[in-house]
């Protein structure tokens, strides 16, 4: 017998049968979860097979039976629940993680780093688009095909377009919610994750401001008071369109340069298995064109002194990333996530790396 559990209720862990299999899907803290499973034992249940097995995908696809899942537990009751987490995942979206109870939910945080920052990401580059009088529509084609794409921007564009907020296929509290375990988590582990803390920090305000139940892509109006879609290019004065686009571009590929190597040092720090990390990140919702090409190079240590050919120095990626900085403190336009990954840039610079590949801003990380 299988049973999922709600992280919110208690266990009457005396009320289960045999042998039974327990299942954790919530997105809780690695410590929470091994604090479940050290209740279990002192309840006198060792018997139960207790899986950490957080999951991603939303409603339609926990419907489906498609879901990302990430699980993590001893490896006896790892297979004995695998059927049943099968059943639930996708194909080729189940993760068995290894390294026990606790594994899953740190592997779902790390990943969470990722979406945390891009989904404030969209919001932030489409918030200086308007600023910059951009037509929003052309700007996430142009997105899209670059290399400054994130999943995070091609999923929420559309809804932050109509503003399709109330009520919100991805309320803003489960993002913050996110957020909190992971910058928490950091805290606990004297580890820096200044663009997380950056983007929770955001989502805080904006709940302040009674956006908790709103679609997270409503993070727009944080940079843009009115619709994006009504923007007119005659708001663009004398900025060259081009030019402008290229801001737009330069902002997401800065951040996302610096959101990767955060996420990928957080989950070295953890013990997290790196290849796994890889290829659920690549493929998920955390996913971006730069985590995918210097991503990988950072994983695999591809960085120092030497650089790939077309790869870009941490010193132009500084000083793209300082254009656009500039140009939206002249527009007033906040732009919190670009100024963090700046610092963090600087940072790397100023540690002798600005001539290295842009890989190397992981080095700035413990």
Same mark, same amino acid.
């Given at each position: 017998m *299988?049973?999922?559990?709600?992280? &919110?209720?208690?266990?009457?862990?005396?009320?289960?049968?045999? &042998? #039974?299999?327990?299942?954790?899907?919530?997105?809780?803290? %690695?410590? =929470?979860?091994?604090?479940?499973?050290?209740?279990?034992?002192?309840?006198?249940?060792?018997?139960? !097979?207790?899986?950490? *097995?957080?999951?991603?995908?939303?409603?339609?696809? #926990? *419907?489906?039976?498609?879901?990302?899942?990430? *699980?993590?537990? %001893?490896?006896?009751?790892?297979?004995?629940?695998? /059927?049943? @987490?099968?059943a639930m995942s996708a194909p080729s979206k189940l993760y068995l993680v290894p390294g026990g109870v606790g594994a899953g939910s740190n592997m779902k945080m790390v990943h969470q780093?990722?979406?945390?920052? !891009?989904? @404030?990401?969209?919001?932030?580059?489409?918030?200086? %688009?308007?600023?910059l009088g951009l037509d929003a529509r052309i700007t996430a084609d142009r997105i899209k095909d670059s290399e400054a794409w994130t999943?995070?921007?091609?999923?929420r564009f559309p809804r932050m377009l109509e503003e399709e907020w109330n009520p919100g296929a991805s309320a803003l509290t489960i993002i913050l919610k996110d957020a909190g375990i992971i910058t928490t988590s950091a805290r606990q582990s004297h580890f820096p994750t200044p663009l997380c803390a950056? %983007?929770?920090?955001?989502?805080?305000?904006?709940?302040?401001?009674? =956006?908790?139940?709103? /679609? /997270?892509?409503?993070?727009?109006?944080? =940079?843009?008071?009115?619709?994006?879609?009504?923007?007119t290019p005659a708001s663009l004065a004398n900025e060259d369109p081009e030019a402008a686009t290229q801001l737009v571009l330069d902002l997401m590929q800065g951040v996302n340069l610096v959101a990767a190597a955060e996420a990928i040092a957080f989950a070295r720090s953890l013990g997290v298995d790196m290849a796994q990390f890889f290829e659920l990140v690549s493929d998920a919702a955390g996913g971006s064109k730069i985590f995918v090409t210097r991503g990988l190079e950072m994983i695999e240590g591809r960085i120092g002194a030497e650089t790939l050919s077309g790869t870009q120095t941490v010193d132009e990626v500084v000083s793209r990333l300082e254009r656009v900085v500039q140009k939206a403190r002249d527009l007033h336009c906040p732009? !919190?996530?670009g100024n963090a990954a700046l610092g963090v840039l600087l940072m790397a610079k100023g540690k002798g790396h600005g001539g290295e590949g842009s890989a190397s801003v992981i080095q700035v990380y413990p």
């Open positions: *299988a049973l999922r559990f709600l992280a &919110n209720r208690f266990v009457r862990s005396i009320d289960l049968p045999q &042998n #039974a299999t327990l299942l954790l899907c919530s997105t809780v803290s %690695a410590s =929470y979860a091994q604090s479940v499973a050290e209740e279990l034992v002192a309840r006198g249940r060792p018997d139960i !097979h207790f899986v950490d *097995a957080p999951v991603s995908g939303g409603a339609k696809r #926990a *419907a489906d039976g498609t879901l990302s899942i990430m *699980a993590g537990g %001893a490896d006896a009751s790892l297979q004995i629940a695998r /059927d049943l @987490l099968q780093v990722l979406a945390a920052i !891009h989904i @404030l990401g969209a919001s932030e580059a489409m918030g200086l %688009a308007a600023q999943w995070m921007h091609e999923n950056t %983007a929770e920090q955001i989502y805080l305000s904006a709940l302040l401001q009674g =956006y908790g139940p709103k /679609d /997270d892509s409503a993070m727009v109006r944080q =940079y843009y008071p009115t619709p994006i879609k009504d923007v732009v !919190h996530l």
